[in-house]
């Protein structure tokens, strides 16, 4: 499956944004989805998940309450909505899919290009 990443930019701390991840096919319902970031010089870390089947969310302690992901099933599209951002939040973010959970970059099979958000001071 081939994944498309869209919605990054700039935007004022404390502001948001929503990111997009539409994948190239229908995702089958034992696919987890999940986003990832990465900012320079640091290593890529998980932000959150969903299974598609069940709709079980994951996040990252730091976006919890913040950050939402969600799912359109017939569009075959996630969605990661980004409130009350920080400079801490500045990344490439990058969506996800594979058949296993995990929160480390290697338990996901394919990968999106990234899409850069920046947050402004």
Same mark, same amino acid.
């Given at each position: 499956v081939q994944l498309q990443a869209s919605g990054g930019g700039l935007v004022q701390a404390g502001g948001s944004l929503r990111l997009s991840c539409a994948a190239s096919r229908r995702i089958y319902s034992s696919y987890i989805v999940g986003w990832f970031r990465q900012a320079p010089g640091k290593e890529r870390e998980f932000v959150a998940a969903i299974?598609? #089947? =069940? !709709? @079980?969310?994951?996040?990252?302690?730091?976006v919890r !309450?913040?950050?939402? @992901?969600s799912k359109?099933?017939?569009?075959?599209?996630?969605?990661?909505?980004?409130?009350s951002l920080t400079g801490d939040d500045a990344a490439v973010y990058?969506?996800?899919? #594979?058949?296993?959970?995990?929160?480390?970059?290697?338990?996901?099979?394919?990968? #999106?290009? #990234?899409?850069?958000?920046?947050? =402004?001071?």
């Open positions: 299974r598609w #089947g =069940s !709709g @079980i969310r994951y996040y990252e302690e730091s !309450g913040r950050f939402t @992901i359109d099933s017939a569009e075959n599209t996630v969605y990661l909505q980004m409130n990058y969506c996800a899919a #594979g058949t296993h959970y995990g929160t480390t970059p290697n338990a996901y099979d394919y990968w #999106g290009q #990234g899409t850069q958000v920046t947050v =402004s001071s």
